[in-house]
């Protein structure tokens, strides 16, 4: 599971002042102690990359990874990508779904425990939508727009977008009117579709899915823009907690969720294919933007 070589984070935020952010909120939000359940429990975050908040679906996804695995299983739900990457940094979770963006900026901190496959792949892209009635043809014709962004820390929901952005020589604080962010890739989608915003930066696996879902809101949205296929956000450790029995049987469940008819259910719900064993290389082309906008962001 190791991954070398290990490289210095290539990002603007301080990892001490991300570190020091998961003790805060480990008081702030009162993350449960384990000793709180019956036996080892797994704890596991879950931030906006996750399609659904649903009931059902966290109950189901709790109960495949505790039998799969044989520990009791938490998961820990926050708002925003630098909630749970800051609580996995500083060792507060066991392993948590994040995003590659937040991957790389502490990738020599964490290890991938497993990359979640996609129509039979581990990647996805990022859009750029619209209103479905509206004739903008390229980034330029989004000028003076009200943007809509996911989150700071997302990679298809924010870094993808500024990326192309600094390519062409635009500036977001003087190209667009306005921009904000939702938290959440379905916000994106609600905010460009009721005009709350005129375009919006969706991660492509969200809106794909949610058309299936939601068919008449997300009808309301257009793709203007894909971006290249990129690494699927993954499921995460950090590197101290990487070669221990709590991570080896989560990778273990992972990984063979596609084979038992109670991870299957899951995987449905989700709308993946499966889980597959980490490659550091699929994560390549973020990292080519995070050392391009090095400096800028």
Known sequence: MSIRPRRKSATALSRRRFV????????????????????????????????????QLLNALKA?????????????????YQEVTSLLVSGQLDAAW???????QFR????LVAIPEWNSKPLYQSYLIVASGREAQTIADLRGDIHAFSDPNSNSGFLVT?????????????????TLFTYGHRNVIRAVASNLAQSGSVDGYVWEVMRELEPELVSRTRVMHRSQWLGFPPIATSRKSADTGKTHALQAALIGMANDPQGRRVLDMLKLTGFAMPKERVYDGIVRMVDELRGVL
């Open 162 to 178: 500024r990326t192309l952005m600094f390519e062409q020589g635009f500036k977001p604080e003087s190209f667009f009117r306005k």
């Open 64 to 80: 495949y990874l505790g039998k799969a695995t044989g520990f009791g299983i938490e998961l820990i739900t926050r708002r925003t």
């Open 108 to 111: 020599d901190s964490l290890e």
């Open 20 to 55: 020091a952010a998961g003790a805060c909120l480990a008081l702030a939000t009162g993350l449960k102690p384990a000793r709180a359940l019956n036996g080892p429990v797994i704890k596991f975050g879950l931030t906006p990359v996750f399609l659904n908040n649903d009931l």
């Open 98 to 104: 994040i995003c590659g963006y937040p991957f790389i």
